[in-house]
Structure formats: C-alpha cells, structure tokens
C-alpha cells in the first residue's frame, strides 16, 4: 500500500510524452521536455505519479495491450534515465461505437469517465477529492471534476488547441507538465 492519501494522475499523450496519433511501438516515445523533471520532482517529494490513459487504439486493433505493456515499461525505461518513475498505469482499451466487439462498450474507464480513478482508489486508497488530475485536453479536466480533484490543462499535445474551450472546467492551465507540478507544490505548500 502506498503511504499517501492523495496522488497526481497524469494523462499519457500530450502531456508526458509528445502524441503521435496511436502510439503503438516504444520506438515512437518522445518525452516532452521537462516531463521527465516534473515526475521527478513529485517522485522526490514522495507524491505518487499514476498515469491514466485512453488507448482505444486496442479497440480499433492497432495493437493489443501486451503492446501496451511493452511500451509502458520502455516509458519507464526512458523516465528512469532522468530519476523519474511513475508509480502505476490505469487504462481504457474500449471504444463506445468502433472496433473489435470485446472492446467495443460503452464503460466507465473510458475519460471523462472516472473509472479509472476509481481503480487507483480501490488498489491504493487515495482520497480523490484530495489529488491532482493533469492533462492536455478537456476530457482530463472533466476527469478530475467528477471526483472533486484539482484539474490542471497543459498547453502541450491538444492544450493550446483545447484551451478556449475548456476553460470552465480546470483549475488552473499551466504551460506544460513542469509547471503544473510548480502549480502543484505551490499549492501544497499553503
């Protein structure tokens, strides 16, 4: 069990690493710079980094999820050279109307949907009205609302594009991963 009541749930593409559209072979990771420093400085402070994702590309069958395994350890492979690990990977591989049929359902993981959350509760304990949800579009932001956490839009990935109009629905929109954990440990600190 985690020694934390609260954690920072942090979207994959756009927001960690740069998106490619269906990531779907470690070679195509690209750390956005200075999100690798940005785990790192939750890691040193001891605050657990959980990464919730959509990968309806599994639903689409552009890979399966022991792909997907295969590139979670490569990210972690590549925020390991900069001291930096994520604590845990929640993902949607379902679709609500496109794909292979065992994926294809209308579920609670799938953002803004809270399922996943819910799961990083029930394996960890986190009071979710007490952690952080960051990423760059409007769906992360509405993730975070639906169990009362602080929501944060990077201007990463879809950010900019997204900014307008998501900007009832986050807390605050930060440049970049970096400077939402700046956003973050300012906030802690009062």
Same mark, same amino acid.
């Given at each position: 069990?985690?020694?934390?009541?609260?954690?920072?749930f942090?979207?994959r593409?756009g927001?960690?690493?740069?998106?490619?559209?269906?990531?779907?072979? %470690?070679s195509?990771?690209?750390?956005?710079?200075?999100?690798?420093?940005?785990?790192?400085?939750?890691?040193?402070?001891?605050?657990?980094?959980?990464?919730?994702?959509?990968?309806s590309?599994?639903? !689409?069958?552009?890979?399966?999820?022991?792909?997907?395994?295969?590139?979670? *350890?490569?990210?972690?492979?590549?925020?390991?050279?900069?001291?930096?690990?994520?604590?845990?990977?929640?993902?949607? %591989?379902?679709?609500?109307?496109?794909?292979?049929?065992?994926?294809?359902?209308?579920?609670?993981?799938r953002?803004?949907?809270?399922?996943?959350?819910?799961?990083?509760?029930?394996?960890?304990?986190?009071?979710?009205? !007490?952690?952080?949800?960051?990423?760059?579009?409007?769906i992360?932001?509405?993730?975070?609302?639906?169990?009362?956490?602080?929501?944060?839009?990077?201007?990463?990935g879809?950010g900019?594009?997204?900014?307008?109009?998501?900007?009832?629905?986050?807390?605050?929109?930060?440049?970049?991963?970096?400077?939402?954990?700046?956003?973050i440990?300012k906030?802690? *600190?009062?």
């Amino acid at each position: 069990m985690v020694q934390s009541e609260f954690a920072v749930f942090v979207d994959r593409d756009g927001t960690i690493n740069v998106d490619v559209d269906f990531l779907s072979s %470690p070679s195509q990771i690209q750390l956005i710079p200075r999100s690798a420093d940005a785990i790192r400085i939750l890691n040193e402070r001891e605050i657990p980094v959980v990464v919730i994702t959509n990968q309806s590309g599994i639903a !689409r069958g552009l890979f399966s999820e022991k792909d997907l395994s295969i590139i979670h *350890r490569a990210m972690d492979d590549e925020l390991k050279k900069f001291d930096a690990s994520v604590l845990d990977y929640f993902y949607c %591989p379902h679709h609500p109307t496109d794909g292979i049929p065992q994926y294809r359902t209308d579920c609670e993981c799938r953002k803004p949907k809270p399922g996943m959350l819910m799961q990083a509760k029930e394996k960890y304990g986190f009071d979710l009205s !007490r952690c952080f949800v960051i990423g760059d579009k409007c769906i992360d932001a509405q993730t975070g609302k639906s169990v009362g956490a602080v929501s944060i839009q990077v201007a990463t990935g879809y950010g900019a594009q997204e900014k307008d109009s998501c900007s009832n629905q986050r807390d605050y929109y930060a440049t970049d991963l970096y400077d939402a954990v700046q956003y973050i440990t300012k906030k802690l *600190r009062t």
